[in-house]
């Protein structure tokens, strides 16, 4: 009893802090647990881009912010401990990074008035912004992902799929059970043959899932991977030589983590991706020369220019956008979370924008709208070369399939709305 | 000092075998109900009640449960992740085939499926015992897991297997779904805690407690003496499955909202739960509480007062509170290998004589 005496009174102590007069943001961060490998690249690239903004341009729009870092470790419990712990403090938008905490926030948030983006992953309907008015996944989902992949293998086979088998090998998660159906509707489209090969948490025993493939001998393998997952899956394969063009990685499974450790077997291991990869771009020297040289880099600072690096500065910029758009279309630089929501409903990312942010070319244009909260679905597919050790981009922007999609996206936020009671609607 | 006994006699057999038979325990606990029933409700806020107290309760009954089938009636189990799932599963599939059905009624009955499917998975326990009653009931935990991951029907075909709890209400008042009221929640988790700690109170203290215990002690002369093994060690698995199964449903239901079940109720919840009745204390009621408490307490306050209070990295901050909790698992292991409970008794008997130990 006692010890509980003394968690309250601490924690009430905590929870008495003041919210600050700042644009404050949340990094539901996980630098511990299996993913950890994965999770730290992204915190670091969210956190620096703030850093730089709070340094270079003194905030967004004179506005500093304030970033609030929660340890989540990838569980949900500890996720709702975060939520629950930051919403109090003026978060603007939550990024879990992780599709389980997604699913919880959905409709937590909702009902705090929150907006939340899950930057290519999370719930895929959600892109229809009728249903779920507070969540984003803009600027493409788990289903663009598997139709841009089937879309390339097309074009790979000159346009036709018939006859072939692709496998997938996926995280038994909802994380990886996402592009299931995707994936069955294009094969009824297509005439491919899938299989679907399911991979435990964490995901370090994949031997029989392996052994399979070696038998079965697919055409193509997909995979929806995470964490520890992804480096287990490419040793595999260069273990049972699988050709490793062969081989196409969702955006998750296509970090520098993932192929490192497989050496030289994993060149030519292809992976997804809606942003560019590298740092050759003039905002990364103002990284340099604002976080870096100042000694404000988050983590240990060995991150930069890696494929999550990359994609949490990506997630920053966008959600650093959508406060430019919420601050003009409010005229004010404070913000509340329901102003937020309206900037990212507004947000429209032009090539002019991001080349004046100092990143040319870095990501599809795409414009959000109240009924399209996930952009228009482009990705591109990016190749491992083992021995330069870096990622190059060797397909363009690809739209996903809408005519597949679409009904399905309506179909899935139809069922929730009829579930959860939501009357579909702009706000 | 603190304990004063002089003038509490007890002058008939019902007095003496109270669950509080010191004057003073007894007020202790009134007044801890009656803050908790009271007051706690008005003070409470979303934090507190989903990060803090809600995880506790929820906890605390799934620890009561394991107890009775490990602490009392001796049988090591590693299925009590499976049989959360299975009551959180039942829960889910209760809710949304009876959408105007009490929640209340739901949780329940949640629990009697559980206790169904614990009978079931207790069945090996007549033949087999200790740690290979363990293995026995690792593949409860796996198969199960398994179960609710490979069959659709149990998470209504949704796309990713993810099952969501739907708005539901007791008279009116939400308990489930995104709209609830941090006091309705934490009310309505506090309402199980109380009925399940009494009940597994004067299970234990019956003739099913003895038997229990008969069994755990020495199940050849407990046979000997006329104790049924198949009876005894059947209801500990029924009754043990039934309380785990309604922590598994609240877990669900109240508390996240929505879970998957390899991630929410995987081997490692078998294994929390675990430990917080080894270290709670095994065999006892008080021990469930306190295991609970300082497994699900402890990280939260560590992490409030690392990062929170002294401004730590997060990252850092998560490595220390696994150092700082394991380590505290040894050094209370270490002084008193019987757990909290045991900690907590010999504190009170040093505090009945005190200050004049002699």
């Known amino acids: ?427 | 000092m603190l304990y004063r006994e002089a003038g509490d006699f007890k002058t008939s057999y019902r007095d003496d075998s109270q669950t509080f038979p010191i004057r003073f325990d007894r007020f202790a606990y009134y007044v801890l109900l009656a803050v908790a029933f009271l007051v706690v409700p008005f003070v409470i806020n979303d934090y507190w009640v989903n990060a803090v107290l809600m995880p506790f309760l929820i906890y605390a009954i799934a620890a009561l449960g394991l107890n009775v089938l490990t602490g009392y009636a001796g049988q090591v189990s590693l299925g009590t992740g499976g049989f959360m799932a299975v009551g959180a599963y039942a829960c889910y599939k209760l809710m949304t085939a009876f959408p105007d059905v009490n929640i209340f009624f739901h949780v329940i009955i949640a629990g009697g499926i559980t206790a169904l499917v614990g009978l079931l998975f207790g069945l090996p326990s007549l033949r087999i015992k200790g740690f290979y009653l363990a293995v026995a009931t690792l593949a409860a935990q796996f198969f199960l897991v398994w179960l609710f991951n490979r069959v659709p029907w149990f998470y209504n075909n949704s796309a990713s297997g993810q099952i969501s709890a739907p708005e539901r209400s007791v008279f009116g008042i939400k308990v489930t779904g995104p709209e609830t009221e941090a006091w309705a929640t934490y009310l309505f988790c506090l309402i199980f805690v109380v009925a399940s700690a009494w009940i597994v109170r004067n299970l234990t203290r019956g003739s099913t407690g003895r038997r229990w215990m008969a069994i755990r002690d020495m199940d050849i002369a407990a046979e000997i003496i006329g104790v049924n093994p198949l009876g005894a060690k059947l209801s500990a698995f029924a009754v043990s499955s039934f309380f785990v199964g309604i922590a598994g449903a609240l877990f669900f239901s109240v508390y996240l909202g929505a879970v998957e079940v390899g991630e929410a109720f995987g081997i490692q919840k078998s294994f929390l739960v675990l430990f917080m009745i080894i270290i709670g204390g095994l065999g006892s009621i008080f021990g469930s509480f306190a295991g609970a408490a300082f497994m699900v307490l402890m990280p939260v306050l560590l992490k409030n007062s690392l990062v929170g209070g002294l401004g730590w990295p997060t990252d850092l901050a998560a490595h220390l509170e696994f150092m700082i909790v394991g380590g505290l698992i040894l050094f209370f292991l270490i002084v008193e290998p019987h757990g909290l409970a045991a900690l907590w008794k010999v504190a009170k008997e040093k505090l009945r004589l005190w200050p004049f130990p002699h």
């Open chain 1, 1 to 427: 009893m006692k010890m509980k005496l003394a968690t309250l009174a601490l924690g009430a102590a905590i929870a008495a802090t003041p919210a600050l007069a700042e644009l404050t943001f949340t990094a539901l961060s996980y630098r511990t647990g299996p993913y950890a490998a994965n999770g730290i690249p992204f915190a670091d690239g969210y956190e620096d881009y703030f850093t730089l903004l709070n340094e270079r341009d003194g905030g967004i729009g004179g506005e500093k912010v304030e970033l609030i870092e929660c340890e989540t470790g990838y569980n949900t419990e500890k996720g709702v401990e975060c939520y629950e712990s930051t919403k109090g403090q003026g978060a603007l938008v939550y990024q879990p990074l992780s599709t389980g905490i997604t699913y919880q926030l959905i409709p937590k948030a909702t009902a705090d008035g929150i907006p939340v983006h899950s930057m290519g992953y999370g719930r895929t309907s959600a892109k229809n912004g009728e249903v779920f008015n507070w969540i984003f996944n803009y600027p493409a989902n788990y289903w663009d992902g598997a139709s841009v992949a089937i879309k390339y293998l097309l074009e790979e086979n000159g346009g036709s799929l018939e006859g072939k088998k692709i496998a997938l090998v996926y995280h038994n998660s909802a994380y990886g059970k996402e592009p299931i159906r995707t994936l069955e509707e294009l094969s009824a489209k297509h005439g491919y043959e899938l299989m679907t090969l399911p991979v435990d948490h964490p995901g370090q025993e994949q031997k029989s899932q392996w052994l399979q493939i070696r038998r079965e001998k697919p055409d193509y393998t997909l995979m929806w991977g995470w964490g520890v997952m992804n480096q287990v899956a490419i040793q595999e394969a260069v273990n049972i030589r699988y050709p490793m063009e062969n081989f196409i990685g969702i955006w998750w499974s296509g970090s520098e983590n993932d192929v490192l450790p497989a050496g030289e077997g994993a060149d030519g291991y292809k992976a997804l991706t809606f942003h560019n990869v590298g740092s050759d771009y003039p905002l990364f020297d103002d990284i340099q020369q604002y976080v870096v040289d100042a000694g404000m880099a988050a983590g240990a600072g060995d991150q930069i220019g890696t494929a999550l690096y990359n994609r949490g500065l990506y997630a920053a910029m966008l959600a650093a956008e959508a406060a430019k758009t919420a601050q003009e279309m409010h005229d004010t630089a404070a913000l509340a979370p329901a102003q937020m929501r309206d900037g990212m409903e507004n947000l429209v990312m032009t090539e002019a924008k991001m080349a004046d942010l100092g990143l040319p070319n870095f990501g599809p244009e795409f414009e959000v709208s109240c009924q399209n909260h996930g952009g228009e679905g482009y990705a591109a597919v990016a190749q491992w070369d083992a021995n330069a050790e870096s990622w190059s981009l060797i397909t363009d922007y690809m739209q996903s399939d809408q005519d597949v999609l679409q009904p399905l996206i309506d179909e899935d936020s139809s069922a929730y709305a009829a579930e959860a009671g939501i009357e579909a609607g702009c706000m």
